[in-house]
């Protein structure tokens, strides 16, 4: 069943269009994952499926139009964009930050059952509550970042560059508990990544961005058989 459509999506900064005419679609449950040279319109695809930056064109979540949508209204309808960066207010404590993400749900929500819940997927961040969320390793910074998204119960989960800066080791676990998240809760998920061998490891299906421009789609086992893609970002020939 799809869940997200896109549509000829056109998106850029000022006079400067960055997407030309992007359209794909992801299923019901599933990890999509975006690759793509540096520069090719990978975080704007994910900025204005949040509605961060003015889109044209058409999208779609679970049959509700939301084109040209606010951010907060996008929360609201079930996406959770993580930016590159993490984005984690750095003064707030780990809680206060988790807290936070909540704040889109309905009053009497029961948030404290879901406090638990992210604590089940990221038991470090329970040992960090009253900490700083500028005090935590880079590693837990991301981790707090994808908890607080959870918070709010996405249907649409966007994840921009989750490993970056980030320990091979770290970053290993930190794709399974994406994998966990997506199989446990059917959350959809859209992650951009630079590291294609983990980003295919875990994805359904992908596409290949460059200079705005859908240029290859399929499935992930697909996508990795690929010559083009394997030597341009496994680094290896097929």
């Known amino acids: 069943m799809t869940d997200l459509v896109v549509e000829e999506l056109t998106a850029g900064y000022g006079d400067a269009r960055v997407l030309h005419g992007v359209s794909l679609t992801v299923g019901q449950g599933e990890i999509c994952a975006i690759l793509g040279p540096n520069g090719a319109g990978k975080t704007t695809l994910l900025r204005a499926l949040s509605g961060m930056i003015r889109a044209r064109g058409t999208v779609t979540l679970g049959g509700a139009d939301l084109t040209g949508r606010s951010p907060d209204t996008l929360a609201r309808q079930g996406i959770a964009h993580v930016p590159e960066g993490r984005g984690t ?29 992210i604590h089940t997927y990221f038991p470090v961040l329970k040992t960090r509550l009253k900490q700083a969320a500028g005090s935590l390793s880079g590693g837990e910074q991301q ?29 290993r676990e930190l794709f399974r508990i994406v994998q966990a998240i997506n199989a446990e809760e059917r959350t959809t998920v859209v992650v ?18 460059e200079t705005g421009r859908i240029v290859l789609s399929g499935t992930a086992e697909e996508i990795r058989a690929d010559e083009q893609v394997a030597q341009s970002y496994l680094g290896y020939r097929v």
Do not use: W
């Open 89 to 117: 207010f750095m003064p707030l404590t780990v809680e206060e930050n988790l807290r936070l993400g909540a704040y889109v749900r309905r009053r009497g929500a029961d948030v404290e059952a879901d406090l638990d819940r």
């Open 192 to 209: 951009v990544e630079q590291n294609a061998h983990l980003a295919l490891g875990i994805a359904q299906q992908a596409h290949v961005l």
């Open 143 to 171: 981790m707090l970042a994808i908890g607080r998204a959870l918070m709010s119960r996405p249907r649409l989960l966007l994840l921009d560059e989750p490993s970056l800066g980030l320990a091979p080791l770290v970053t």
